[in-house]
C-alpha cells in the first residue's frame, strides 16, 4: 500500500473506532504540524541540519500545505457567511 492508499484508508476505511472523527484528527494534525514548522521554521532548520530531507523544502512543503488549509477555511467560513 503506498502512501496515498494508506491515507485514503485512514480517512474513509470505517475502521476507526471513532467513525469518521479520523478526518477530522488526520486534518487537525496537518493543520497543526503544518503551522508548527512554519512557525519554528529556524529551529527546523536547526534540528534538520544533516538530515537527507532538505529543511527548506521541507518548511517550504510545510506553508503550502498550510496556505492551502487556510484558503479551504476561508472558503468554507465565506460560503457559511453567505447561507
Same mark, same amino acid.
Given at each position: 500500500? #503506498?502512501?496515498?492508499e494508506f491515507m485514503n484508508y485512514l480517512m474513509t476505511s470505517g475502521q476507526c473506532p471513532a467513525g @469518521?472523527?479520523?478526518?477530522?484528527?488526520i486534518l487537525d494534525a496537518l493543520g497543526k504540524m503544518s503551522k508548527h514548522v512554519v512557525d519554528?521554521? #529556524?529551529e527546523c532548520r536547526?534540528?534538520?541540519q544533516g538530515s537527507f530531507i532538505n529543511?527548506?523544502?521541507?518548511? @517550504?512543503?510545510?506553508a503550502w500545505?498550510?496556505?492551502?488549509?487556510?484558503?479551504?477555511?476561508?472558503?468554507a467560513k465565506q460560503k457559511e457567511?453567505?447561507?
Open positions: 500500500m #503506498d502512501n496515498v @469518521a472523527l479520523s478526518q477530522c484528527f519554528g521554521a #529556524d536547526e534540528s534538520m529543511p527548506e523544502a521541507w518548511i @517550504a512543503t510545510a500545505i498550510k496556505g492551502e488549509m487556510d484558503k479551504k477555511h476561508e472558503t457567511d453567505n447561507e
